[in-house]
């Protein structure tokens, strides 16, 4: 017997955090013009002690206004889509969900698109047209799923598949008639890329709900463990079910449409980062959450060094780095058989 | 078998007559539920209405066939579902009406083993019979991973705590299952053919394991099954069901008789009465057709 104690929790969240802080370092040094990690530590040093206006110019430009902003960013992206893709795994029982491999992503592109072109004069309207798309197409992608009442795991699948593929085609459809915009910007977005940051009027309301969607998700770990065993065996054990499902449903949608109104369709890592932790410390939920957070955060920091360096001068967009690494997960845990 | 065949037994022990009174943990009274496609539609099962006791200590079989209403019933019990009309009672509250956080506190309900889609290990997965009882996180107290234990030992399944369920044989799965249940302290059991995937030894064993828990820990115990035999060793009372209707209650001996049986189960049998007052159900073979 090796129940979670608030110990093992704290240590392993400590962990994680300690790695995330040395990733954030890395991707702050690497880049185009690179940076010594003395020089970051010193400069760091300089603005905790509040003489941050002494820094030159140049510097300060690189790494606290574009460097810092791209990788706050991609913590939160990472969180959000890592949290939303262990919540679908519990929600449909099935350790393939992710948002991407379900077309979640690619309906809240979707909407997000729509939203722009029907009124890009409101300043929420991205997030919320993606919050939309992405809750109508878990919508319609679970009762694709349903096979005489049951879910099934092949069908459940194929419908997200077959769902991201046609919304993506409405997608090109809509930017090549209407948007008069650079295609390759587009396409990076639909790649999922985080060059563009979020404005900063939004950036607050961005965080809150990230963090009210994780918040709201984690109250339901303890139910989500059970969900896991059947949704029978949880009722019988005192869970709430319909409760927790629009709980988790909703939130997860809410995390989806946050992160792809800001950095486009990333995909697989929510289908990579909870499994990694699984195989690293186990698949209790109420570790599972707050540790895939992290490690979201993580990985896309580091991909997105990666997307920043590989080729430098120019840039990868992060989610092509993400696809490469997850793709062949996703194979592997496939031919692996679903249990 | 039969527990009120000890004269010593300490307090409260287990009168013959189903009317006991104050020690009624079940009430199934003219309980009937229909299931129907949509609402205006009319309904494809029908169960009629269902009338029963079990108190604490005593094992009560749903007995049946396939789609005789047995699930049906079970599911009415444990509160899923709401009676048509009647009432189902636990401890003079109706079932359907608790919370799922009390009800879960008061009914265990053990169905055939589902599959796990992450492997946890048996310690871990009984400590989710805790779940009713915490909050929020959930993280076990030493009184819940006591109990936890307590619970596997009873089931005799101290041992396998840091197994993965995964590399349990189906006799040692049950049991962990069953110590689950044990965990949520309940007052009434229910179980869901749980003999299904066992052999023979292990079935027995786990019905006197369910007799002597139910001893000690004074909760009831519902058992839905289509085992004849194992009906007839191990239950205080049966509740014979037959597309939908309840036939006959009563102890074994009063409802195995062999015109009813037959009729029931569409098959060829001998009853007769065993050495302690229970009855022997037998198959007879059509032998005038060819035997193959």
Redesign the interface.
Known sequence: ??????RR?LWTCGALTAVLLACIVLALKLGAVPISVTDLVWNLGRIAIGRGDQLPTEYRLIVFDLRLPRILLGILVGAALSVSGASFQALL???LADPFVLGVSSGAALGSILALIVAPQIALITPLGAFLGAIATIAAVYFLGRREGQLDSTTLLLGGIISASFLSAIIMFLMTTLAGRDLRGMVFWLMGDLSTPVPAGLRWIFTAGLLVGIGAIY?T??DL??L???E??A??????VTRVKLVVYVSASLLTALAVSASGAIGYVGLLVPHAI?LLFG??Y?LLIPASALGGAIAIVLADTLARTVVAPTELPVGAMTAMAGAPVFIYLLRRGI? | MSASGNPTQALGSREESPKSAGTERLNVEQASFAYAASERSAPTFTLGATSFQAHERELVAILGPNASGKSTLLRLI?G?IAPLSGRVELDGQETSRLD??T???H???V?QE????????????????R??Y?R?????SKD??AI??NALAQVGAGHL??RTIGELSGGEKQRVILARALA?QPRLVLLDEPTLHLDIGAQVELLERLRRLAEENRYAVVVVTHELALAAEFADHVVLLHHGRCLRVGPPAAVYQRELLEQVFEAPLEVELGPAGRPRVNLRARRSEDAT
């Open positions: 017997m090796r129940p979670l104690t608030l929790l029982r099935n350790p109250t770990a303890a463990n059970l896991l065993t059947g029978r065996e009722i019988h054990l005192g869970v709430d699984r698949s209790d109420r249990r | 444990s899923t799922s956080r009800r879960a506190q009914i265990a309900v169905h589902s599959p796990m889609v992450y492997p946890a290990l048996a310690g871990d997965f009984v400590l989710q019979g779940h009713p915490g929020a996180l959930r993280l076990a819940d991973i936890a234990r705590a840091g949520q």
